[in-house]
């Protein structure tokens, strides 16, 4: 019981700093001038139906992504059941701000389709996450390094580009130790891990799994060119979004400060990073000289995006619980057992 109360505390509290972020910001801006914004946005309609339609196909390269990693994995499924449980991961992302998130949701489902894999099922999205968020980090190192100018002549990038070079350099060490695990086998945290009765055996079959992908030289150069093109699209898609409404900067601008405003809002401060990128969004798009009241339209648009796309996941979801015989009740039950295995 006091579990489920601190449970609910602390995503409520996560909850109500994004929503203060966003509030916060409809207080310094003009909202005569956002909603005149909005409104004529409605005639720019062929940017916003093609927006709509690359946050789709960027759907479906992540469900093939996804599946070429399965294979790689050997769990065997069909790819429309892959493209279901994309869905339904994207489903709890979006609305399911505890334990439950997306990724032990696609970890868990996984599972069940391939005879209880479950290890296997879990390293898989591990993988998938990691191949996002290292190519992401490489388009942002590159736009660092090239448009460091930029950066450094406006103050109120500093802090998101060290939060960034931060990031850069933790996924870099990350990855060393990952790679090269047998030259750190001998410290203590990680001898401590191996050993561990419950999660030991399951993080060395983990490893193992990332290494073996590692060592798929085809897989993971076509998994890394599916991820580029993916980030690539996320930013084409900001700026069909930010045409409809008439924020006028270049592509490159975009790729200078999308790739940033997405890894920053990724560290789980608030649910979905509700906030945060409205805040990120506000702040780097403003050094571009695009006004709060354009910028902030822009970030929810593309999240409220998602979040209509995620709905399907939600109707598949129940389809999946109606064919397994359970309420929907005792499936987010299963699934927030699941969760409590895994953070024991």
Known sequence: ?????KKFARNTLRLGIGLGII??????????????????????????????????????????????????????????????ITLIGQFFNSFMFGSTGG?????????????????EAVATVVIDRMIGLVMLNLIAAVM??????FYVSHWSTHLPALLMIGMIAATVAALFVVYNIRFFKGWPILRSIEYHPKIGPVVRRMLISIYLYHRRGKVLFKTSLLTLLIHSLIILQCFCFGKSLQINITILDYFTVIPLIISLAAIPITPGGLGVREGLAVTMLGALNVSAHQALPLSLMIYLVSVALSLFGGFIFLGYTAGAGHTVHDEIVDLEDEASDENR
């Open 103 to 119: 990724d032990l949701a696609r970890a868990f489902y996984a599972a069940k389709e391939t005879h209880h894999k479950k290890t």
């Open 1 to 5: 019981m006091k579990k489920t109360i």
């Open 144 to 149: 660092l390094a090239t448009r460091y100018k």
């Open 23 to 84: 509030v916060f910001i409809l207080t310094k801006i003009n909202l005569r001038e956002m909603l005149s914004v909005l409104h004529q946005s409605l005639f720019q309609w062929p940017w916003l139906v093609l927006g709509t339609l690359i946050s789709v196909v960027c759907l479906l390269i992540g469900t093939e992504r996804w599946k070429i990693i399965l294979d790689a994995q050997g769990l065997k499924m069909a790819w429309s059941r892959v493209f279901c």
